[in-house]
């Protein structure tokens, strides 16, 4: 195999750095990075070489970067952007999140679903997410950009917080109450484990939540809000998402979608974003996630005429 070799086919790249192929092919052209091999067949094959830079600027893009300032530059530039972030680190992991760490090093999984267990007993789903998940996550991105954690330590973990959030939230939904939120992710956009962190936070106010999952088609979108009969809408995009999309594809959305369905949008990829369209509103971080006070009393009130009716 490929692999075996150190050369690894898009397909190991598109899945091991979360860059889509079609953007690896666009920045081939138009950057000249990444600059792949063929093999007997003609396909891309990449060195493992490119394969951790890809990494090392996926992780960039997630903090706010663009590919168009990352690719040209060379390694030590890289270091050197690297070390600029290194004052934004937390000192020292507090002792559940250093635990937690360890056992994904020992590829425990009883031990991580045990202390996932433990914190959330102890805190609540709410306080779950943002007192133990969020630095967790933000300590296990330090730790893959110092390449102090390997790319399947990563993925193991985030299995394992996916079925721990999936089997808590359905406990919560059965007894979930509108307004009802339809979330997803665009075509393009692969990342989805913010969309399963604002379902876990809707899902502790006891707010119905439908999380369809990643690269949904727009029109799919629009079908479904309706199926659902959905309030609002939720959509994520990292940073790896391409910026110059992102309020177009906004756009679109709206207008595929009831003006009185509210479109919520976050992430790495719409921070920077000013202007948005009509009846968009941003959520610059999952601390400071919460309902807008206009539609908290706009959906009591909703939820009042309901009752008497």
Same mark, same amino acid.
């Given at each position: 195999?490929?692999?075996?070799?150190?050369?690894?086919?898009?397909?190991?790249?598109?899945?091991?750095?979360?860059?889509? !192929?079609?953007?690896?092919?666009?920045?081939?052209?138009?950057?000249?990075?990444?600059?792949?091999? !063929?093999? +007997? &067949?003609?396909?891309?094959?990449?060195?493992?070489?490119?394969?951790?830079?890809?990494?090392?600027?996926? !992780?960039? =893009?997630?903090?706010?970067?663009?590919?168009?300032?990352?690719?040209?530059?060379? +390694? +030590?530039?890289?270091?050197?952007?690297?070390?600029?972030?290194?004052?934004?680190?937390?000192?020292?992991? +507090?002792?559940?999140?250093?635990?937690?760490?360890?056992?994904?090093?020992?590829?425990?999984?009883?031990?991580?679903?045990?202390?996932?267990?433990?914190?959330?007993? *102890?805190?609540?789903? &709410?306080?779950?997410?943002?007192?133990?998940?969020?630095? =967790?996550?933000?300590?296990?991105?330090?730790?893959?950009?110092?390449?102090?954690?390997?790319?399947?330590?990563?993925?193991?973990?985030?299995?394992?917080?996916?079925?721990?959030?999936?089997?808590?939230?359905?406990?919560?939904?059965?007894?979930?109450?509108?307004?009802?939120?339809?979330?997803?992710?665009?075509?393009?956009?692969?990342?989805?484990?913010?969309?399963?962190?604002?379902?876990?936070?809707?899902?502790?106010?006891?707010?119905?939540?439908?999380?369809?999952?990643?690269?949904?088609?727009?029109?799919?979108?629009?079908?479904?809000?309706?199926?659902?009969?959905?309030?609002?809408?939720?959509?994520?995009?990292?940073?790896?998402?391409?910026?110059?999309?992102?309020?177009?594809?906004?756009?679109?959305?709206?207008?595929?979608?009831?003006?009185?369905?509210?479109?919520?949008?976050?992430?790495?990829?719409?921070?920077?974003? !000013?202007?948005?369209?009509?009846?968009?509103? *941003?959520?610059?971080?999952?601390?400071?996630?919460?309902?807008?006070?206009?539609?908290?009393?706009?959906?009591?009130?909703?939820?009042?005429?309901?009752?008497?009716?």
């Amino acid at each position: 195999m490929a692999e075996k070799k150190g050369l690894f086919p898009i397909g190991v790249v598109e899945r091991d750095t979360g860059v889509g !192929r079609d953007t690896l092919r666009v920045w081939e052209r138009r950057y000249g990075f990444p600059n792949p091999q !063929r093999n +007997d &067949k003609g396909e891309r094959i990449y060195p493992e070489i490119q394969l951790r830079r890809l990494q090392r600027i996926r !992780r960039l =893009l997630d903090r706010g970067m663009r590919p168009g300032k990352l690719l040209p530059l060379s +390694d +030590d530039a890289l270091d050197e952007i690297e070390a600029r972030l290194q004052p934004e680190k937390s000192q020292q992991p +507090d002792e559940t999140v250093g635990a937690i760490l360890e056992a994904i090093r020992s590829a425990d999984a009883g031990q991580v679903e045990k202390l996932f267990a433990m914190q959330y007993e *102890k805190q609540g789903m &709410k306080g779950f997410v943002l007192n133990t998940l969020v630095p =967790l996550l933000n300590t296990v991105g330090e730790l893959w950009i110092d390449g102090k954690l390997q790319v399947f330590q990563e993925h193991f973990l985030s299995e394992q917080l996916i079925r721990f959030l999936n089997t808590e939230i359905a406990k919560i939904q059965k007894s979930a109450r509108r307004p009802r939120v339809l979330l997803a992710t665009l075509p393009g956009e692969e990342h989805t484990l913010g969309l399963l962190m604002v379902t876990a936070l809707l899902s502790s106010e006891g707010i119905s939540a439908i999380n369809l999952g990643g690269e949904v088609p727009m029109d799919q979108i629009g079908r479904a809000v309706q199926q659902f009969n959905a309030d609002a809408v939720g959509i994520t995009f990292s940073g790896a998402y391409p910026y110059q999309n992102i309020r177009a594809h906004l756009l679109e959305l709206r207008e595929l979608i009831a003006a009185d369905v509210e479109i919520w949008t976050g992430g790495e990829g719409v921070r920077r974003l !000013r202007k948005l369209p009509i009846g968009v509103i *941003k959520f610059n971080s999952l601390e400071n996630f919460s309902l807008p006070p206009a539609t908290r009393r706009h959906w009591n009130l909703h939820s009042q005429t309901e009752t008497r009716s």
